[in-house]
């Protein structure tokens, strides 16, 4: 069973207290800017994107896809309802066309909370991520700190996947195949992403984060490494990421090296027996310093942590999670 509680909650405060005082480096290079449109990758292929770029908190800014056949695939939900009814009315007025499936590619809320609005389309996802789903619920207050994104927060309501699988499924939409594809543990338990072998297209969710800190809440990081290296092997000309802009396998190998960057330090620390904060707070980002979200470094920190200390399960330890923050919150503020 997971934790209910988790990083929606008191410790996203926290987070985002530490994010709006991380200041720029100088040294690492600066990341670009991305807008939100509905962007074709293919005939009948679609991805949505949400706009970020620097100083910009990344948090529940997640993108989606689209397929086009008798009627549409939606790959992901979003969180906000404002995000989840912007993605379906743009949609739906590109393709003059109704949803009919949605895909969900992981439990979390920004890809999850959006799916009571494509009712009563079918909802697919992993075994695992359905049971998340549930478990985690929806927040009391969901974004209590964003007012931009409150419209339509009383028309939310919990709607799990109704179909799942635990290894592969395949659509057929007219002629385009449509491989959904289980590849964790990773960023979750039931992480999914979605191939699309005749026009060498993956929609990696959250596996790829591309120019935003990942993060590892519910994560295993050295199986979410061995998860992009079969990314890697794969005949793929593009990828979304679940957060970022497009790109490709050489913004992945970026993922894939801000962890073999991260590893080695944390391991140490863990080692020295330092606090997860303190460790956070003084890690060498090196060209990564200017990712979005570095409060996330906490999250990963903690996860490897459980890892090397061979106490690392699917949930959240919201107890290690909010001490942790406060640490690192505490040095940083002090730094500064």
């Not at 359905?130 to 927040?139: C, E, N, T, Y």
């Amino acid at each position: 069973m997971l934790r209910r509680s988790g990083f929606a909650t008191a410790t996203a405060l926290t987070c985002k207290a530490a994010f709006a005082q991380a200041p720029k480096s100088s040294s690492a290079p600066q990341i670009p800017s991305w807008k939100t449109e509905l962007k074709m990758l293919a005939p009948n292929v679609y991805a949505f994107t949400q706009a970020s770029g620097p100083g910009v908190d990344n948090a529940s800014l997640s993108n989606a896809g689209l397929i086009v056949g008798e009627d549409l695939l939606a790959i992901d939900a979003l969180g906000p309802p404002v995000h989840a009814k912007a993605f379906i009315a743009t949609a739906e007025k590109a393709t003059g066309k109704r949803f009919g499936r949605l895909l969900n590619t992981h439990h979390h809320r920004d890809h999850t909370n959006g799916n009571c609005f494509f009712l009563p389309a079918e909802i697919v996802s992993h075994s695992y991520a359905r049971q998340a789903v549930i478990d985690q619920g929806l927040p009391a207050h969901p974004y209590a700190d964003r007012p931009q994104w409150q419209e339509g927060m009383n028309e939310l309501k919990l709607a799990p996947p109704s179909t799942t699988f635990t290894d592969r499924m395949t659509y057929r939409y007219r002629d385009l195949v449509v491989e959904a594809i289980y590849n964790g543990p990773a960023h979750t338990w039931g992480d999914v992403m979605v191939y699309l072998p005749q026009h060498r297209v993956l929609f990696a969710a959250d596996i790829a984060f591309f120019y935003v800190t990942p993060s590892g809440q519910n994560g295993h990081i050295t199986k979410w490494i061995e998860a992009i290296d079969r990314i890697m092997k794969m005949d793929v000309d593009v990828i979304v990421p679940g957060h970022g802009p497009l790109g490709t396998k050489k913004e992945l190998a970026e993922t894939r090296a801000y962890f073999e960057m991260l590893v080695p330090q944390v391991e140490k620390t863990f080692r020295q027996g330092m606090g997860v904060g303190e460790a956070a707070a003084g890690l060498d980002l090196g060209r990564f310093a200017n990712w979005t979200n570095p409060e996330r470094n906490v999250l990963n920190t903690l996860r490897l942590y459980a890892e090397f200390s061979g106490t690392i399960t699917p949930g959240i330890d919201v107890t290690g999670t909010d001490r942790a923050m406060k640490e690192y919150n505490g040095i940083k503020s002090k730094a500064r």
